[in-house]
């Protein structure tokens, strides 16, 4: 199991990575973020799980509104269910 994991970041280190502007940095930031929970969940889930196949490579990421890498694969092969989402952080 190969996970491509995400911007691993808290919260509140997601607001301070988002706080300069920089549009094209914001954009990457609000896609690839990795919350702690969900990071736990994914790793835990992809440490136990029986694949019909190996090697898999998936994507880890959070439930982000604008993200650009697909989980669909991940939550399919892991049943992964992330919870967090970048812009409910954000924008709250």
Known sequence: MNLRIGWY??????REETADGEPGHVRFARATWLSPHDCRDV?????TVDLPENPVTVNAVSRND?????????MRLLNYEPRDNAAEVLDS
């Open 9 to 14: 970041m808290t919260r509140d280190a997601l």
């Open 43 to 47: 790793h835990r889930k992809a440490a």
């Open 66 to 74: 604008e993200r650009f890498h697909s989980i669909t694969e991940t």
